[in-house]
């Protein structure tokens, strides 16, 4: 892959890490600053919820991150296609179900590394 796209990668890796930090420990003290349109009331009661998210964001993280370990070139991008993808379709999923951030957060930054694998 081209620096590039690796850049891209390892950084839609690290929000991923963040997005799991956020949503395994602190859901409930920065959740109600981060989706702000939800009743605060509603961050308590769905704690291993998000919790449960978080662990499915440090999946598509390790995904991402194991892409940039592996030697062979044509896996390397296969593995990141692969996880930029579930990344792309949960960050659609996202914007559709919890907040139209997440289409920005998540999905456009992963269609840049998907472009950048795909043209570099």
Request: aromatic fraction near 16%; charge should be positive; glycine fraction near 4%.
């Amino acid at each position: 892959m081209a620096l590039i796209a690796k850049i891209l990668v390892a950084a839609i890796a690290l929000l991923h890490i963040y997005i799991m930090w956020f949503e395994m420990f602190r859901w409930v003290e920065r959740g109600p600053k981060v989706f702000s349109d939800f009743p605060k009331t509603l961050f308590e009661p769905t704690k291993s919820m998000a919790a449960n998210q978080g662990l499915y964001n440090g999946f598509l993280a390790a995904g991402l991150i194991w892409s940039l370990l592996i030697a062979d070139i044509h896996w390397q991008k296969n593995v990141a296609i692969c996880f930029l993808l579930f990344v792309f379709v949960a960050g659609i999923y996202g914007a559709l179900t919890a907040s139209k951030k997440i289409l920005f957060v998540q999905s456009v930054p992963a269609a840049l590394a998907l472009i950048a694998i795909w043209l570099l």
